[in-house]
Protein backbone atom coordinates (compact mmCIF):
# COMPACT_ATOMS: atom_id res chain seq x y z
CA UNK A 1 0.00 0.00 0.00
CA UNK A 2 1.54 3.38 -1.06
CA UNK A 3 1.36 5.96 1.48
CA UNK A 4 1.92 9.75 0.55
CA UNK A 5 3.27 12.28 3.56
CA UNK A 6 3.50 15.90 2.59
CA UNK A 7 5.66 18.26 4.43
CA UNK A 8 7.08 21.89 4.68
CA UNK A 9 3.64 24.01 4.91
CA UNK A 10 3.23 27.10 6.91
CA UNK A 11 3.33 30.47 6.84
CA UNK A 12 5.66 32.96 5.07
CA UNK A 13 5.23 36.58 4.05
CA UNK A 14 5.18 37.50 0.39
CA UNK A 15 8.28 37.08 -1.53
CA UNK A 16 9.48 34.54 0.62
CA UNK A 17 10.33 30.86 0.08
CA UNK A 18 9.06 27.38 0.91
CA UNK A 19 10.30 23.92 -0.19
CA UNK A 20 7.63 21.12 0.50
CA UNK A 21 7.84 17.63 0.60
CA UNK A 22 6.27 14.59 -0.49
CA UNK A 23 7.32 11.34 0.71
CA UNK A 24 6.35 7.92 -0.89
CA UNK A 25 6.37 5.09 0.80
CA UNK A 26 5.55 1.51 0.03
CA UNK A 27 6.03 2.80 -3.33
CA UNK A 28 7.79 0.09 -5.56
CA UNK A 29 7.28 1.90 -9.75
CA UNK A 30 10.32 2.32 -11.38
CA UNK A 31 8.71 5.08 -13.55
CA UNK A 32 7.13 8.17 -11.22
CA UNK A 33 3.82 10.29 -12.34
CA UNK A 34 3.55 12.32 -9.31
CA UNK A 35 2.24 16.19 -9.11
CA UNK A 36 0.94 18.82 -6.87
CA UNK A 37 -2.23 20.02 -6.66
CA UNK A 38 -3.67 22.88 -4.70
CA UNK A 39 -6.81 24.06 -3.19
CA UNK A 40 -8.69 27.07 -2.28
CA UNK A 41 -11.25 27.14 0.08
CA UNK A 42 -14.60 26.71 -1.67
CA UNK A 43 -12.34 25.78 -4.72
CA UNK A 44 -11.82 22.44 -6.48
CA UNK A 45 -8.24 21.34 -6.63
CA UNK A 46 -6.01 22.21 -9.18
CA UNK A 47 -2.67 20.78 -10.94
CA UNK A 48 -0.19 23.65 -10.12
CA UNK A 49 2.83 20.96 -11.22
CA UNK A 50 3.42 17.52 -12.18
CA UNK A 51 6.49 15.68 -12.98
CA UNK A 52 6.50 12.03 -15.36
CA UNK A 53 9.98 10.24 -14.91
CA UNK A 54 10.62 7.16 -16.81
CA UNK A 55 13.81 4.92 -16.36
CA UNK A 56 15.11 2.34 -18.34
CA UNK A 57 17.32 2.55 -21.82
CA UNK A 58 14.88 5.83 -23.17
CA UNK A 59 14.76 7.34 -20.35
CA UNK A 60 13.39 10.85 -20.16
CA UNK A 61 11.50 13.54 -18.04
CA UNK A 62 8.90 15.93 -18.25
CA UNK A 63 7.20 18.52 -15.95
CA UNK A 64 4.09 20.95 -15.53
CA UNK A 65 3.47 23.82 -14.39
CA UNK A 66 0.68 26.00 -14.24
CA UNK A 67 0.72 29.52 -15.56
CA UNK A 68 0.61 30.73 -12.11
CA UNK A 69 3.12 29.49 -10.67
CA UNK A 70 5.49 28.78 -13.94
CA UNK A 71 8.97 29.84 -13.26
CA UNK A 72 8.75 30.67 -9.70
CA UNK A 73 7.91 26.52 -8.61
CA UNK A 74 10.47 23.56 -9.63
CA UNK A 75 9.16 20.41 -9.00
CA UNK A 76 12.06 17.63 -8.63
CA UNK A 77 12.14 14.01 -7.73
CA UNK A 78 14.54 11.98 -5.36
CA UNK A 79 14.40 8.88 -6.94
CA UNK A 80 16.10 6.79 -4.00
CA UNK A 81 14.75 8.55 -1.20
CA UNK A 82 11.05 8.12 -3.10
CA UNK A 83 10.40 11.66 -2.45
CA UNK A 84 9.10 14.78 -4.30
CA UNK A 85 9.98 17.97 -4.23
CA UNK A 86 7.87 21.48 -4.67
CA UNK A 87 10.47 24.47 -4.52
CA UNK A 88 8.41 27.64 -4.40
CA UNK A 89 9.94 31.21 -4.38
CA UNK A 90 8.47 35.01 -4.57
CA UNK A 91 5.68 33.40 -3.37
CA UNK A 92 2.24 35.24 -3.66
CA UNK A 93 -0.84 35.76 -1.41
CA UNK A 94 -2.80 33.91 -4.21
CA UNK A 95 -0.66 31.25 -3.70
CA UNK A 96 -2.39 30.57 -0.28
CA UNK A 97 -3.84 27.31 -0.06
CA UNK A 98 -3.72 23.06 0.78
CA UNK A 99 -1.51 21.54 -1.32
CA UNK A 100 -1.95 17.67 -1.75
CA UNK A 101 0.76 15.71 -3.47
CA UNK A 102 -0.84 12.61 -5.83
CA UNK A 103 0.67 9.65 -7.38
CA UNK A 104 -0.46 7.21 -10.31
CA UNK A 105 -1.35 3.44 -9.40
CA UNK A 106 0.91 2.65 -12.96
CA UNK A 107 3.28 5.33 -14.63
CA UNK A 108 2.88 4.52 -17.88
CA UNK A 109 5.09 5.91 -20.68
CA UNK A 110 2.44 8.04 -22.61
CA UNK A 111 3.21 10.27 -25.08
CA UNK A 112 0.60 12.92 -23.95
CA UNK A 113 2.89 13.77 -20.71
CA UNK A 114 4.69 16.15 -21.42
CA UNK A 115 4.94 20.05 -20.30
CA UNK A 116 2.29 20.85 -21.99
CA UNK A 117 -0.23 18.28 -20.74
CA UNK A 118 -2.83 19.89 -17.54
CA UNK A 119 -2.79 16.66 -15.18
CA UNK A 120 -6.07 15.27 -14.42
CA UNK A 121 -7.21 14.70 -10.73
CA UNK A 122 -8.43 11.63 -11.54
CA UNK A 123 -5.52 10.11 -13.06
CA UNK A 124 -4.17 9.92 -9.17
CA UNK A 125 -4.91 7.44 -6.66
CA UNK A 126 -3.01 7.92 -4.39
CA UNK A 127 -3.04 11.43 -2.45
CA UNK A 128 -1.48 12.66 0.88
CA UNK A 129 -3.34 14.53 3.47
CA UNK A 130 -2.15 17.87 2.37
CA UNK A 131 -0.26 20.53 3.59
CA UNK A 132 -1.56 24.09 4.01
CA UNK A 133 0.51 27.19 2.98
CA UNK A 134 -0.61 30.60 3.93
CA UNK A 135 1.39 33.64 2.50
CA UNK A 136 0.42 36.75 3.99
CA UNK A 137 1.73 40.16 5.41
Known amino acids: QVQLAESGGGSVQPGGSLRLSCAASGYTETNYCMAWFRQDPGKEREAIAA?????????????YYSDSVKARFTISLDNAKKTMYLQMKNLKPEDTGMYYC?????????????????????????WGQGTQVTVSS
Open 51 to 63: IYSFGGFDAREAT
Open 102 to 126: AAMVYCLRLPRYTSDYVPLESEYSY
